[in-house]
């Protein structure tokens, strides 16, 4: 509890002072603005405007020489360009990386397209070795054929060495 105690007597010790230097600032202009001479020419009078009890700035029409408001507003105008091309470089960043996704997508489905035209050649490989070797295997049962309508009945031995005929077969028939 002493701590707590220490604490907001310190709190309570700074808000004092605190209130006390304000008052003292808030003594120090009421007693300049009493000794203050009326007919004093300031030049806040031509600047402000009063407002009931307030005073507020006027508005002045020629500010600036012309050759000021051109430049202000060529820094406006730099300041719109600036803006603007911020907005297309932020979209041109958007696009780039849409497009760099694509490319990856279209290089993963030409990874995908090679492999399947390799697998392709592998089948076309494959089906011309089948042809051939069914074009010789048509070849070879056409040359059989031949061979056994030209076989005759004298000799049935001489089938047999080549394969052709085998012993239990019959000659001349199936």
């Known amino acids: 509890m002493s701590s707590l105690r220490k604490h907001i007597h310190k709190d309570y010790i700074r808000r004092t002072q605190a209130y006390n ?8 202009l009421k007693r300049k603005a009493a000794l203050r001479n009326p007919d004093e020419f300031y ?5 402000t405007k009063k407002f009931g009890v307030f005073y507020k700035l006027k508005r002045r029409a020629n500010k600036y020489p012309e050759d000021d408001l051109e430049s202000i507003l060529l820094k406006k ?20 990386m849409e497009r ?15 492999e399947v035209n390799l697998e392709l050649e592998e089948v076309n490989a494959d089906i011309e070795i089948m042809t051939r070797e069914a074009k010789e295997l048509r070849k070879l049962l056409y040359d059989m054929q031949k061979c056994k ?6 000799d049935p031995n001489q089938f047999i060495d080549d394969g052709v005929l085998t012993e239990t077969q019959e000659i001349g028939g199936s």
């Open 21 to 28: 230097k304000k008052k003292q600032a808030l003594q120090k």
């Open 43 to 47: 030049l806040k009078r031509i600047k």
């Open 77 to 96: 105008e730099i300041k719109e360009v600036d803006v603007e091309l911020e907005e297309v470089n932020r979209q041109l960043n958007k696009v780039n």
């Open 100 to 114: 760099k996704e694509v490319n990856l997508e279209l290089k993963e489905i030409n990874q995908e397209l090679e």
């Open 149 to 154: 309508e030209n076989a005759t009945v004298e």
